[in-house]
């Protein structure tokens, strides 16, 4: 059987930032992504990304996937394994893969370490005829659009304002694509408000304090009804409107992906302001089992920033576990937690 | 009003103007930015210190408009495409517009496109002085409009296009 250093699950921000960091340190990563191409969503992001100019503001996120794509490639203690999923943990540090587009490679491989960077799911929402065709999450539009060049459709009605309903948008709009409106149930935006400012000023409204209620169609989604509802998220009786639209977006928010933790055994808690269960860590992205790491979004939704610095956290401290040395770590370790802190408290 | 339609109101805009005397006296940067969001390219790119260096990451952006030279290289370091520049006394009767613009086709020089406002409603035609194209795609494109429409016109309609 294959023997490997550490496994890293999960090839976005964080597990691309845990990779990195572990392997400049000298430990053998191996890096299982399910993806056909490393990135995560990353390279669906075609928007410049915001933050501090230490961590890559201003430049688009696309060239930070790629720049990170790139400096893997220069490890030779890095292997990545691709169009794979692992599906399954055994307690002594065996997880089992499947690989290739029919799933009908299966591979074992032993891990003094793993890291758990599988990121999130996107949560789905409940209205009539939701199973109908044309009824996508934000992810899977990105996919189509950004990554296969396949047009998703061509009248959308956008659900949530949050960042990722918004910047989904606007990349529909750059498309050439019609977004009919924006819905958002909570009565204010919540994404940044520049993101809505610049949907706004090309002409897309957004209905704060409605919903989704009805999608109807034969086949495929033909029209949606939105509604208006009241502060207890209950529809306000006449306020409905009609939209001709082909397309339901759902940006409808993110769940942690953290089967493969339940998996493991290691604790769980669930905790509202992470959005669901997490796995119970310490500062050094340590779980309750000592050759568990957690990193990004599976850690708690946030956003590429944190998820990159929790990599790196977890990258180090992994790496060090294993008697890997690091002339400054204390220093590292030490700049590493600072710049996290410094990121959260922004976000208050 | 911001947080419910994504449209700002006149005062939040009255917070980012200077006063009609420096209006008069040449190209100033208007930072339509009015969210503490963990965000600094604005003032990183800004060599000439007249977007004031953060104390903190998560600060507003304020603006030295004695510094202010008309650059312009903010308007396309800006992740949130918030900021423009207008220059009241461009021409005797119009005044110029600079906004982001990453949209493509990029309408050209001397090209006739739609004014739009801050909710895209159309304003009427206005020509394009100017199609820069920036390195990192986000073009500034500069626009002649009548001097009543300065503070109103915030993105194009490019005519068969977006």
Partial sequence: MKITDIAIIGGGPAGLSAAIYAASLGAKATLIDDGLELGGQLIKQTHKFFGSEKQFAGIRVIEIAEKMIQDIKEYDNVEVIANATVIGYYEDEVITIVQGVNGDMLKKLKAKRIIVATGASENMLPFVNNDLPGVYGAGAVQTLMNLYGVVPGNNVLMIGAGNIGLIVSYQLLQAGIKVEAIVEALPKIGGYLVHASKIRRLGVSIYTSHTLKEVYGTDCVERAVISEINQNFEFIPGTEKELEVDTICLAVGLSPLSDMLWQTGCQMKYVPELYDYVALRDDNMKTTKDKIYIAGDVAGIEEASSAMLEGQIAGLNAAMSLGYKCDNYKEQDKKLKAELKELRDSFK | ?162
Avoid: H, W
């Fill in chain 2, 1 to 162: 009003m911001l947080e419910r339609t994504g449209i700002l109101t006149d005062d939040d805009l009255e917070k980012v103007i200077p006063d009609k005397k420096r209006l008069a006296k040449g190209p100033v940067v208007i930072i339509e930015c009015f969210q503490k969001i963990p965000c600094d390219p604005c003032a990183i790119s800004c060599k000439l210190g007249a977007i004031k260096p953060f104390k903190d990451i998560s600060d507003l952006p304020i603006v030295d408009f004695d510094k202010f030279n008309g650059c312009g290289i903010c308007i396309s370091s800006c992740p949130g495409l918030a900021i423009f520049v207008i220059d009241m006394n461009y021409l005797d009767k119009k005044s110029l517009v600079k906004i982001p613009r990453e949209m493509l086709p990029l309408p050209e020089k001397g090209e006739d496109v739609y004014a739009l406002d801050r909710a895209g409603s159309i304003l009427g035609k206005v020509k394009v002085a100017r199609a820069l194209k920036i390195k990192n795609k986000t073009s500034i494109i500069s626009l002649e409009v009548p001097k009543s429409m300065v503070m109103k016109v915030r993105s194009i309609k490019v005519e068969g296009k977006n």
